[in-house]
C-alpha cells in the first residue's frame, strides 16, 4: 500500500514537472492562454485561436463584442511568458455592425477569402528571399493578414509587396516580428 502512494507521488511529481516545464514553450504559452480562456465568464474560448511564435501571441477570431474582445487581450498580456500581444480580433456588436465579417456570408465570398489566402501563401513560398514557411496567411473580407516572423525587414518589405500586388487583396495588415538569429 505504502508503495503505491509513492509511486503515485512520483507520478505526480514528474506530472507537475513537465507542466512547470512547458509552461515557458510556445505550446505551453499557448495552452495557458487558451486555458484562461475557458475559465473567463467573458471570453468564449471556441471563438478565439491562439498561437504562439518566440513569445508573441496571436489572437484571431470573431467574438460577440468589443467587452470579450478587450477581456481576451488583456487575459493573453498578463499569461506568464508572453511578450507581445497581436490583436486580429473583430468584435460583433449589435446586428449587422461592427467590423467582424458578416457570419452570413455567401460560400462565394468565403470561397474568394481562400483563395486570396492560398494565391498569396503560394506567391510568398516561391518567392527566394522571404521564408513563406514562417509565415501565416489569412484573409478576411479581402483583407489579408501576415503573421510570423521574418529575418530583415527586406524579407518584411517583400512580403507585404507579394501581398498587397496579389489579385482581390483590398489592404495588407502584416503582423510580422524580425526574428534575426
Same mark, same amino acid.
Given at each position: 500500500?505504502?508503495?503505491?502512494?509513492?509511486?503515485?507521488?512520483?507520478?505526480?511529481? %514528474?506530472?507537475? &514537472?513537465?507542466? =512547470?516545464?512547458?509552461?515557458? *514553450?510556445?505550446?505551453?504559452? /499557448?495552452? +495557458?492562454?487558451?486555458?484562461?480562456?475557458?475559465?473567463?465568464? %467573458?471570453?468564449? &474560448?471556441?471563438? =478565439?485561436?491562439?498561437?504562439? *511564435?518566440?513569445?508573441?501571441? /496571436?489572437? +484571431?477570431?470573431?467574438?460577440?463584442?468589443?467587452?470579450?474582445?478587450?477581456?481576451?487581450?488583456?487575459?493573453?498580456?498578463?499569461?506568464?511568458?508572453?511578450?507581445?500581444?497581436?490583436?486580429?480580433?473583430?468584435?460583433?456588436?449589435?446586428?449587422?455592425?461592427?467590423?467582424?465579417?458578416?457570419?452570413?456570408?455567401?460560400?462565394?465570398?468565403?470561397?474568394?477569402?481562400?483563395?486570396?489566402?492560398?494565391?498569396?501563401?503560394?506567391?510568398?513560398?516561391?518567392?527566394?528571399?522571404?521564408?513563406?514557411?514562417?509565415?501565416?496567411?489569412?484573409?478576411?473580407?479581402?483583407?489579408?493578414?501576415?503573421?510570423?516572423?521574418?529575418?530583415?525587414?527586406?524579407?518584411?518589405?517583400?512580403?507585404?509587396?507579394?501581398?498587397?500586388?496579389?489579385?482581390?487583396?483590398?489592404?495588407?495588415?502584416?503582423?510580422?516580428?524580425?526574428?534575426?538569429?
Amino acid at each position: 500500500m505504502r508503495i503505491r502512494n509513492i509511486g503515485s507521488l512520483v507520478v505526480v511529481m %514528474v506530472g507537475l &514537472a513537465l507542466l =512547470i516545464s512547458c509552461g515557458s *514553450t510556445e505550446l505551453g504559452i /499557448t495552452a +495557458k492562454v487558451k486555458a484562461k480562456f475557458a475559465a473567463d465568464d %467573458v471570453v468564449k &474560448a471556441s471563438q =478565439i485561436e491562439v498561437a504562439t *511564435t518566440n513569445g508573441v501571441v /496571436t489572437l +484571431k477570431g470573431n467574438v460577440d463584442s468589443e467587452a470579450a474582445k478587450n477581456r481576451a487581450l488583456k487575459l493573453a498580456r498578463e499569461t506568464t511568458g508572453v511578450t507581445r500581444v497581436v490583436d486580429m480580433i473583430s468584435a460583433r456588436q449589435a446586428a449587422g455592425t461592427g467590423n467582424a465579417p458578416d457570419p452570413n456570408r455567401t460560400v462565394g465570398e468565403t470561397l474568394d477569402d481562400a483563395g486570396i489566402t492560398m494565391h498569396v501563401k503560394g506567391r510568398l513560398l516561391d518567392d527566394p528571399l522571404v521564408k513563406g514557411l514562417q509565415i501565416d496567411v489569412d484573409t478576411r473580407d479581402g483583407v489579408v493578414y501576415l503573421t510570423g516572423s521574418v529575418g530583415s525587414d527586406a524579407q518584411r518589405n517583400r512580403a507585404i509587396q507579394l501581398a498587397r500586388d496579389a489579385k482581390s487583396v483590398k489592404d495588407v495588415q502584416a503582423n510580422l516580428t524580425l526574428d534575426k538569429s
